[in-house]
């Protein structure tokens, strides 16, 4: 399978504890983003990636967040201290960025937390 | 601010007829683009179509097509001859070709049920 492909699919953790995810992009594609999804809301953007640069954080993402591509491939989300707000649909998606407005972004399954 | 709004949170279509799905936009910029996205069950994305700003016609992608009246800033989507399978939610989504994050804002969606 060549797509995005998250992992965990499915997080359920106890409120103060630490999670992390992952996301493998397709393998050409330069750019790497997250977006996290609550019940009945659209994805919001949270951050993303060209290679291994962090080029914009949104507002949404505090400081128990982060994100990080070391190698400029695969990237990870890291909560810090959860919090049941936390709780939602984190979707990775991942574009090949060219010059042209129309370079569509390819979304993962998501990975879907749950903070009890 | 750019903002995409969804009016409708759910509709209902018999399988075989054809669909409209609403979606306006707000943006200050003379360059964007409009996407369409699926969200079936299992949580993953999928691209369905993409208009330009500057396109002068209709974008049309097998049984969607995107109906884009820019001076009312409507990017519609028509989905034809329905399916069971097209029972999902569907999220417009626009994207600035100022910002260069390229980072998709999206819509509250539409819930579609396809009856049998």
């Known amino acids: 399978d060549t797509g995005v492909s998250q992992d965990p699919r499915h997080k359920i953790t106890k409120r103060g504890q630490n999670v992390t995810f992952r996301c493998d992009p397709i393998?050409?594609?330069?750019?790497l983003y997250w977006y996290r999804q609550t019940l009945g809301q659209g994805p919001e953007f949270l951050t993303y990636f060209q290679n291994e640069a962090q080029l914009e954080k949104s507002r949404l993402l505090s400081d128990r967040f982060s994100a990080e591509r070391p190698k400029g491939s695969f990237s990870t989300l890291e909560i810090q201290r959860t919090e049941q707000g936390d709780s939602a649909m984190y979707l990775c998606a991942s574009s090949l960025h060219d010059r042209g407005a129309r370079t569509e972004a390819f979304f993962g399954q998501g990975t879907r937390l749950t903070v009890v | 601010a750019q903002k995409i709004t969804q009016t409708q949170p759910g509709m209902f279509v018999q399988e075989k007829e054809a669909v409209t799905l609403d979606c306006t936009y707000d943006?200050?910029?003379?360059?964007?683009?409009l996407f369409w996205y699926k969200q079936p069950s299992s949580g993953e994305m999928i691209f369905l179509i993409y208009?330009?700003?500057?396109?002068?016609q209709n974008a049309t992608e097998g049984r969607y097509s995107l109906n884009f009246q820019k001076a009312r800033k409507s990017a519609n989507l028509v989905i034809s001859a329905s399916q069971l399978g097209d029972s999902a939610m569907y999220f417009c989504a626009m994207r600035e070709g100022m910002d260069s994050s390229y980072k998709l804002i999206f819509g509250s969606g539409t819930r579609l049920l396809v009856r049998p």
């Open positions: 943006t200050s910029d003379q360059s964007y683009g």
């Open positions: 208009q330009g700003s500057y396109d002068e």
């Open positions: 393998s050409e594609h330069n750019r």
